[in-house]
Nanobody, 119 residues
Framework: QVQLVESGGGSVQTGGSLRLACAVS?????MGWFRQSPGKEREFVAEITWRAGSTYYVRSVRDRYTISRDTRTNTLYLQMNRLKPGDSAVYYCAGKDIPGVPGGSFKYWGQGTQVTVSS
């Protein structure tokens, strides 16, 4: 069983930055970040393959967010820059055991961490 624990959420003003972290009990094929705002469906944000470090981002965050991992400490990160109010959401880290389409086949989920961006 893979356990994921997020940290690093908080409140910032527009244009600010936050870095989320996710402690991973056991590495998987790939890890990703998702987010969900009230009344909206959960949205895929980015993913990274654990061994190779290949990344994929949704277009809305591609030039502002950076996903990375530290294989020594089994930690996943999401550096978020130039934040906007529309980025406010609960952010979840997730893991999957098999390759596939970006954002798909995720099986393991963390409990989420709140990010709030004020204007």
């Amino acid at each position: 069983q893979v356990q994921l624990v997020e940290s690093g959420g908080g409140s910032v003003q527009t244009g600010g930055s936050l870095r989320l972290a996710c402690a991973v009990s056991k590495s998987t094929f790939a890890m990703g970040w998702f987010r969900q705002s009230p009344g909206k469906e959960r949205e895929f944000v980015a993913e990274i393959t654990w061994r190779a470090g290949s990344t994929y981002y949704v277009r809305s965050v591609r030039d502002r967010y950076t996903i990375s991992r530290d294989t020594r400490t089994n930690t996943l990160y999401l550096q978020m820059n130039r934040l906007k109010p529309g980025d406010s959401a609960v952010y979840y880290c997730a893991g999957k055991d098999i390759p596939g389409v970006p954002g798909g086949s995720f099986k393991y989920w963390g409990q989420g961490t709140q990010v709030t961006v004020s204007s």
